[in-house]
């Protein structure tokens, strides 16, 4: 029930801005319904209370609809979308994610914050915004409370971004689609934000192929998750066992075998993202995926297995999230991972501008 208010809470605030006139008629909501149902979550378990029997219910949501919905998510990424950014353009976005991971990470260390929840901030404004804190919060164990708060420091920052950015891009790029483009897709946490900012963009100065830049750009930033998340559990549990021996006056003991950083779930995703790619590549080729499926019918399966993994799933698995995060417990967080937040972002919004404004002009789409 509340993961179905969400996703149509969500629909319905996009539509209110769309009547605003604050997106174009064609826009998509730029808040997910994930937040929504995060919110919805969290205001029913601390103002009505929850009942001891919903919690088995919520732990299967949090544990094992979360790590299916993330698998599903898999079809809705082909890896021929990187190949349209050639030689410079895969570069650049990696060096805007490693950006955005190490400069989180170490203002996590230097305000001696909590090592999990800087490195869901970290998942966060690196790679995909939403999608990578979910993914990476069941490796590294993080709490409901955590999570929660993560996915608010993420959306506010996106959504800033989102409204700011289009405009920004414009000044600095003046009228360049594929910088413009690239810096929106490099720059913005979500992939509904990213849309959000390019479709802004494309409404104020009639520029259609920012859309799709941002678009190509956005998905090949989401196909590092693959790798990331791995990289990121090593650093975490590297930092863990560290602090462990410093306490101890012990010599840190051995981290886990390298495999253990490469959960189940997203070996399943990239299963699925390859499969994806191999259903396109026979299209492209024999004109039916795998020899054997219409254009349409193949298009109309994976469109409708990410959709119900990352609109139901997922949104199933971050109402859990919610109904089980205890506002009290945000008191002992604080304010300042907001503060890593916003100095995140507008690093990763840096480094974009540089990257691009040095290489963009080599970059064709």
Known sequence: ?????????ADFIGYLLVQFGLLSPDSKSPVSGIFVAILLGICIRNIIGLKQIFNDGISFSMKYVLRAGIVLLGLRLSLLEALKLGALGIPLIVICITAGLFITLYLTNKLKQSNRLGTLIAG??????????????PVIKAKGDEISYAVANITIFGLTGMILYPFLAQWLFAGDPVKIGMFLGTAIHDT????GAALIFDQVFDMKKVVDVATVTKLTRNLFIIAIIPVIS??????????????????ASPLPK??????????GFLFLALLRTIGDMTIANFGSAFGLLKASFWELIYTSGSSFGTKYLLGMAMAGVGLSTDFRKFKGIGIKPFYIGFIAALSVGIVSVAMIS????????
């Open 124 to 137: 966060g404004t690196g790679i995909c915004g939403v999608t990578a804190i979910m993914a990476l919060s």
């Open 234 to 251: 090593y650093l975490y549990y590297k930092k863990i066992t560290e602090e462990n021996a410093k306490l101890e006056q012990d010599e």
């Open 358 to 365: 040095l290489f963009g002009r080599f970059i064709t789409i």
């Open 1 to 9: 029930i509340v993961m179905f208010i969400g996703i149509y809470g």
């Open 258 to 267: 390298w495999y253990t950083f490469i959960p189940l779930f997203v070996i």
């Open 192 to 195: 509904a934000q990213v849309t």
